[in-house]
């Protein structure tokens, strides 16, 4: 048993029996321990895409970007911001690759291509309109302004078609000295079709002084690269005798090139010689 003083004002005045063992203190709660916070997960930052304007100056130039074929170059394509590497290739060249960066403020680019190669994309897509294939209306006013693109980038073929479109009529009015005037530039630079068309112009006196040693000058240039129409009309002159010496024997040799590639009026022409010689 324990004893435990009363006291009122300082002094004794009695005290009180507690029954059984000894005087047990409160217990102290724990030490709260401070939990660490958790870490959290940082979230993951999201990519950023962003819609990329491409502007290629060649017509149906199709695009490679990171190594892989995505379509066409002149159409917009969603990329991932950073660094890409570019490619584009047309139906004759691949003369294009670069890498770009792509960001918030830089979402267009530039694929200019050489004028070689944006020449013959504009013949191929005269083509088209002329002929009216791939899916493509035939129209000569069409045909005729990419022919006149590439044609001023100095592409013979194509100087060799608005001569073409100039003597018919074909999408601008018939004019035969702009009809000369392409065909002598595409000629002079080789082309056989070009010479061939400007010698008849010279034989015809289309757009020019009808001039036959001038037209003979002409049709051999193409005659020699071995173009049938103009070997047929050499033949010819040499079966008249204009511009050249009159030969039969030339005449044959001449008619028989291009009858042999299948040319029907040098084939009719060569029998007729056949006949009559």
């Known amino acids: 048993m324990i004893a435990v003083a009363l006291m ?41 895409y962003y819609d990329v304007t491409f502007n290629c100056n060649a017509y149906d130039a199709d695009l490679y970007i990171d190594g892989d074929y995505v379509g066409d170059a002149n159409i917009i394509w969603t990329l991932k911001a950073g660094s890409h590497a570019v490619k584009v290739v047309t139906d004759y060249y691949n003369d294009y690759s670069t890498t770009i960066n792509v960001s918030s403020n830089k979402k267009s680019f530039d694929l200019t291509l050489s004028e070689k190669t944006d020449a013959e994309s504009q013949y191929m897509l005269a083509v088209n309109y002329y002929e009216g294939r791939s899916g493509f209306p035939q129209n000569y006013s069409e045909a005729v302004k990419r022919y006149l693109n590439a044609a001023n980038k100095g592409q013979a073929k194509s100087q060799n078609w608005i001569g073409y479109c100039y003597f018919y009529g074909k999408g601008v009015s018939q004019n035969y000295t702009e009809a000369v005037k392409w065909y002598r530039k595409a000629a002079e630079q080789g082309n056989a079709a070009a010479q061939s068309h400007l010698g008849y112009c010279y034989d015809e006196g289309k757009g020019v002084t009808q001039n036959y040693t001038e037209a003979v000058k002409w049709y051999r240039k193409a005659a020699e690269q071995g173009y049938a129409t103009a070997q047929n009309n050499l033949g010819y002159c040499y079966e008249a005798g204009n511009g050249v010496t009159q030969s039969y024997t030339e005449a044959v040799k001449w008619y028989r090139k291009a009858a042999e590639q299948g040319h029907a009026r040098a084939q009719c022409n060569l029998g007729y010689c056949q006949v009559t010689v």
Not at 11 to 33: F, R, Y
């Open 8 to 48: 009122v004002g300082g002094t004794a005045v009695g005290q009180i029996n507690i029954p059984g063992g000894s005087i047990q203190k409160p217990p102290v709660p724990a030490a709260k321990q401070r939990q660490k916070p958790k870490k959290q997960a940082r979230p993951k930052k999201q990519a950023k």
